[in-house]
């Protein structure tokens, strides 16, 4: 039995180390060097006590050549030889690969059309690390799990525990891993380039050999097909999205609140099936199902008149013959599945599709106009005007389940922000209203017009406003066309009827006459010389329009 001793001369157990005293430094030392930027594992430092000659195994004649070499040159520069720079291996051989072409046989058992299967393999050699994959090409809907067979890895040669290096692979010679031998029989331009430059010489490529189970397949056995002439293929080709359109009426008067219905019959002509469809005008208030027959084969005659074709179904034996593109006449009327249809038009692909292949059928649309049960559009009636609110907001409710504001002019209130008074007085039978004073205010903005009565002391009445701003129509007028009044019906001495109140107009603002001036063309002229006349007396008399303001002025409510 042998033992391990340390530096003491004691035997490696335990209780017999000791701690060093003296050590100072407790960092972990780095496995890694840098030179010339790339990381190489560090080597060995020399320990302590050993001499640094002995680790280092200079021979005598290297020393002798290190101690008494002598330059040739011994002042200025010289050319001194290029010392090439040191690239580890694995940095001048990174992405360099060798790829080599084989294949592999598979026994294949209980199969009574084939006994092996041919699998190309591609063989990739990674001259980096020695390491190898192995990679099966993919073949569409071969029902074989291709792909990776074998990943990224070094491969084990024999039971010593060497691997496959790059010159143990050559052309011709089978390569067994784990149980499988691939032969190899190519390979690529840079594989026998890099071969070249190492001195080995590859042998001469083989051809792949071909799979008996695909060639089979590749090249199926002679048969012979009797030919037809409905070729579906080409019809296919030639007709698809190729569709008749004719544009009928539906006859359906017969029925319970019948009526004629306008419908587009489509002739698909790749497979002679026949669809209809109903229009739908907008708000028509109809189900929102507009196929009256679904795209089928229509038949036209039926061998047997007594077949219950209301309870069964009608196939291909039962039917004679199907409707085809010539029993399509525009003018004519038709019956299909028990319904009548007028069919008065067709689009333009249909009318030159009769003309190239039927020109013996005349094509001549219809003027149905008459015949066509259209809605009239009816005139919505407003209900009456109920006194409630204004005209425009109670039309709001007729117009919209939720009513909204209606719109108002704002580059007329933007123009016109305005405002021309009256001074009116109240025309009653009543000898208490004979003192009233009232001052009528008109704003152009929105032609509306608010009333306010001026207070009067010991009167009795209280001052104020006396009517909302709001569109005060001309008595006479329907609620549905109101005629409104204007600056032209403010005469002096004129009666405004205000909602069965009279009254009438005893002066005005100076500015209604400087307005009223400048828009004379809009004005009659009786309006304008009574306030001439109104407003002249009054600057005779030295009472202008400034002095009486405070009798014009809008009284707080």
């Known amino acids: 039995m042998s033992w391990n001793w340390n530096s003491h001369g004691q035997p490696f157990l335990p209780g017999y180390t000791f701690r060093d005293v003296t050590k100072s430094s407790f960092h972990r030392p780095q496995t890694l060097s840098y030179k010339n930027g790339y990381a190489l594992p560090r080597r060995p430092t020399v320990g302590i006590g050993q001499d640094p000659l002995l680790s280092e195994q200079l021979i005598q004649q290297e020393i002798n ?7 040739d040159i011994t002042y200025g520069s010289y050319d001194q030889s290029l010392v090439e720079d040191f690239i580890p291996a694995h940095v001048a051989l990174d ?3 060798l790829r080599f072409y084989a294949y592999f046989e598979e026994n294949v058992l209980y199969s009574p059309e084939e006994d092996y299967r041919m699998r190309p393999v591609v063989i990739y050699y990674y001259l980096e690390d020695d390491s190898m994959c192995i990679i099966e090409p993919r073949v569409e809907n071969s029902g074989i799990p ?5 990943k990224r890895q070094r491969l084990p040669k024999n039971e010593r525990g060497d691997h496959y290096q790059w ?6 010679m089978d390569l067994e891993v784990y149980g499988v031998k691939y032969h190899i029989t190519q390979c690529d331009t ?9 001195g080995i010489v590859l042998n001469e490529p083989e051809p792949m050999p071909v799979d008996p189970y695909s060639k089979c397949h590749k090249n199926p056995p002679p048969t012979y097909t009797t030919p037809s002439d409905w070729d579906t293929r080409q019809r296919f080709l030639t007709m698809d999205r190729k569709v008749l359109r004719f544009y009928a009426l539906w006859d359906d008067a017969d029925s319970m609140f019948g009526e004629t219905r306008p419908v587009t019959i489509q002739y698909f002509l790749v497979d002679d099936t026949v669809e209809i469809r109903e229009v739908h005008k907008l708000n028509s208030g109809r189900d929102p199902f507009p196929i009256v027959m679904r795209r089928q084969k229509l038949p036209k005659k039926i061998k047997s008149e007594m077949f219950p074709s209301c309870v069964l179904e009608v196939s291909k034996k039962e039917v004679d013959e199907y409707y085809s593109p010539k029993d399509f006449q525009v003018g004519q009327t038709m019956k299909m599945l028990s319904r009548r249809f007028l069919v008065y038009d067709c689009d333009g692909f249909t009318k030159e599709y009769y003309q190239k292949n039927h020109p013996d059928m005349e094509i001549k649309p219809l003027d149905v106009s008459k015949q066509t049960d259209t809605l009239q559009e009816t005139k919505k009636e407003l209900p009456p005007y109920n006194g409630f609110g204004s005209l425009e907001d109670s039309l709001q409710n007729c117009l919209h389940l939720i009513p909204e504001p209606p719109k108002k002019n704002v580059i007329k209130m933007l123009e ?3 405002v021309l008074r009256y001074c009116a007085r109240l025309d009653s039978q009543d000898p ?3 003192s009233r004073r009232f001052i009528l205010c008109y704003y152009l903005s929105n032609d509306m017009i608010n009333i306010y009565e001026k207070p009067s002391r010991n009167s009795g009445i209280i001052g104020g406003k006396f009517l909302e701003k709001t569109q005060i129509p001309k008595p006479g007028s329907s609620p549905d066309n109101p005629e409104f009044y204007s600056p032209a019906d403010f005469a002096i001495g004129a009666t405004v009827e205000v909602f069965s109140h009279r009254f009438v107009l005893t002066d005005a603002d100076l500015y209604v006459l400087k307005y009223l001036e400048s828009i004379s063309s809009q004005i009659p002229s009786q309006t304008l010389e009574s306030l001439r006349q109104k407003l002249g007396v009054r600057a005779t008399n030295n009472q202008p329009a400034e002095q009486n303001g405070d009798d014009m002025a809008e009284p707080s409510p």
């Open 432 to 434: 208490k209203d004979e």
């Open 167 to 172: 010159k143990d692979l050559n052309l011709g």
């Open 65 to 71: 050549e290190l101690s008494f070499e002598t330059p």
């Open 190 to 198: 840079f594989t026998k380039e890099f071969m070249d430059s190492e």
């Open 95 to 97: 992405k360099k690969v």
């Open 416 to 418: 016109n922000d305005q």
């Open 146 to 150: 291709q792909g990776k067979r074998l």
